[in-house]
């Protein structure tokens, strides 16, 4: 089983910037392929971005693309998401999400994670 925490999350003001940490335990993290996904009240969780575990592979969801950046630091075990220009529809509640694999693919569904963090809040002021 994999144990994840999220930190980093916070009040910031449109045009600023952010960076998520999410630290992961329980499993090599080499085997462990990587994603973010982020929530608001009342809505389905969205997929932000994935890394592959090797880390040489990324995807972003096409409402961050340009403006955030996933990456991972394996010697950490830790993944990471840059949030730059951020944006006031940037505001909700941000998950990490771990799969352990063989396979060199990226995962953007929802449903192939099988390990969660408990989210950090990022709140974007105008």
């Known amino acids: 089983q994999v144990q994840l925490v999220e930190s980093g999350g916070g009040l910031v003001q449109a045009g600023d910037s952010l960076r998520l940490s999410c630290a992961a335990s329980?499993?090599?993290?080499?085997?462990?392929?990587m994603g973010w996904f982020r929530q608001t009240l009342g809505e389905e969780r969205e997929f932000v971005a994935a890394i592959n575990r090797l880390g040489d592979t990324t995807f972003h969801g096409d409402s961050v693309r340009g403006r955030f950046a996933i990456c991972r630091d394996d010697a950490k075990n830790t993944v990471y998401q840059q949030m730059n220009r951020l944006k006031v529809e940037d505001t909700a509640v941000y998950y990490c999400a771990a799969v352990e694999t063989t396979f060199t693919a990226y995962h953007i569904r929802r449903d192939t994670y099988t390990s969660w963090g408990q989210g950090t809040q990022v709140t974007v002021s105008s």
């Open positions: 329980g499993r090599p993290f080499s085997r462990l392929a």
